[in-house]
Nanobody
Framework: QVQLVESGGGLVEAGGTLRLSCAAS????????MAWFRQAPGKEREFVAG????????YYADSVKGRFTISRDNAKNTIYLQMNNLKPEDTALYYC????????????????WGKGTLVTVSS
C-alpha cells in the first residue's frame, strides 16, 4: 500500500524557520515527482513546491520563492521542505503528494496524498 507520512509541523513565530519531512513507502520512490501543497482555513488547497525524480528540477509558487526550499533524498525515500522567514500567511495544513505520470502541478495531477501536518505562524 502506498503511504505518505508528513512530520515536522508546529507553532513558530514570524521570521522563524521550520523543516517538514515526508516519508514515502509502497512505491519505487526515485521514479516519481513529489510536491508540497497547503490549505489555509477558508481557502482552496494550493501548490507550494515540487521536485522531479532526479531532484535537479525544482518549482515554487511565487509566494514562497526565495524563502522555501524543496529537496529529496532518494536513498531515504524522503522529501523535505525547508521553510525560512515564515510569515503569518504561511499558516496552513501542509500536504505531501506524489505524481506518477509527470502531470502539471495541479490538485488533479497528484496520485497519492499524505494526511497533512499543521504549520502555525504567529505574528
Amino acid at each position: 500500500q502506498v503511504q505518505l507520512v508528513e512530520s515536522g509541523g508546529g507553532l513558530v513565530e514570524a521570521g522563524g524557520t521550520l523543516r517538514l519531512s515526508c516519508a514515502a513507502s509502497g512505491l519505487p520512490f526515485s521514479r516519481y515527482s513529489m510536491a508540497w501543497f497547503r490549505q489555509a482555513p477558508g481557502k482552496e488547497r494550493e501548490f507550494v513546491a515540487g521536485v522531479r525524480s532526479s531532484g535537479v528540477s525544482r518549482y515554487y509558487a511565487d509566494s514562497v520563492k526565495g524563502r522555501f526550499t524543496i529537496s529529496r533524498d532518494n536513498a531515504k525515500n524522503t522529501i523535505y521542505l525547508q521553510m525560512n522567514n515564515l510569515k503569518p500567511e504561511d499558516t496552513a495544513l501542509y500536504y505531501c503528494a506524489l505524481d506518477q505520470y509527470v502531470s502539471s502541478w495541479s490538485l488533479d495531477g497528484m496520485d497519492y496524498w499524505g494526511k497533512g501536518t499543521l504549520v502555525t505562524v504567529s505574528s
